[in-house]
């Protein structure tokens, strides 16, 4: 079986690593390596790889954006490189997700490498929930993980970043959700709740069940009728909000108070 290999990873040393090990399987061709998660994103859409082996903690675009800007049900066969972070692990072992922990020895690369290359002999199919394994380990490692600073989008052939100050608010629109910015709009391959839960709660707010408000760009709200409100952005961009979100409302009533 005849595979081909994209190694991701911000450290050079730690590519070489990977590399000098796929380098002694004959069925394995690394066919590109990357030093970022926005090449990483570019690289896995033009190329194609059946495996990645991808670096959870890189600046910017950690691996985690780097999956979920591609999204898990469409990325390669992966295995997740960490360094040593017992949460991480944890994780990774708890949902059944193939991982390496740096510095890794021969044997344990081989034992990665032997799984990874059963999966993808499978017949398509085979392993139905793979795709749940992951989103189940990344939920949990975005748990511990810091609020999105940035977030990856495309434009064009391009991935750009996105910082979440820019954002004015964000529409739900089925599976995706829509970034709208003063003066551009993008489309992310995201749910709403799962951006929100990545999302900083002293900053952002859901209004009601499609948008979510950056709460440092609001310009006024003022009552509508039978308990709803009008939230006005600085870009004047209006929208309501549902009479049930109480806790959206409390933050905008105080906001500029607390900071």
Avoid at 73 to 90: D, G, L, S
Avoid at 100 to 118: G, N, W, Y
Avoid at 132 to 141: F, G, P, V
Avoid at 167 to 185: E, F, M, P, Y
Wanted: proline content about 4%; hydrophobic content about 45%; aromatic content about 6%.
């Amino acid at each position: 079986m005849s595979l081909t290999a994209l190694v991701v990873d911000d450290e050079p040393i730690a590519r070489h690593a990977v590399r000098r090990r796929l380098r002694e399987d004959p069925d394995i061709e690394v066919v590109g390596e990357c030093g970022d998660g926005v090449s990483a994103v570019a690289a896995i859409r033009d190329l194609s790889p059946d495996l990645v082996f991808l670096d959870v903690q890189m600046p910017a675009i950690t691996g985690l954006d780097v999956v979920a800007t591609i999204g898990a049900a469409r990325m390669p066969a992966t295995i997740f490189v960490t360094a040593y972070e017992q949460f991480a692990v944890r994780a990774f072992e708890a949902n059944a997700v193939d991982y390496l922990v740096k510095p890794f020895s021969r044997d344990r690369f081989a034992e990665t490498l032997r799984r990874a290359k059963q999966r993808l002999a499978a017949p398509r199919g085979a392993d139905a929930d793979a795709t749940a394994r992951i989103m189940q380990a990344l939920a949990s490692l975005q748990q511990r993980d810091t609020y999105l600073e940035r977030v990856p989008v495309r434009e064009d052939e391009r991935v750009v970043l996105v910082d979440v100050d820019d954002i004015v608010w964000i529409k739900a629109s089925g599976n995706t959700v829509r970034l709208h910015l003063a003066d551009r709009v993008h489309e992310l391959r995201e749910t709403m709740s799962a951006l929100a839960a990545r999302l900083d709660p002293r900053r952002f707010a859901r209004v009601h069940r499609s948008a979510i408000i950056n709460l440092r760009r609001v310009r006024d709200i003022h009552p509508w009728f039978n308990g709803y409100h009008v939230v006005t952005m600085d870009t004047g961009q209006q929208l309501r909000m549902s009479r049930y979100q109480h806790e959206a409302f409390l933050k905008l009533a105080t906001l500029g108070k607390e900071d």
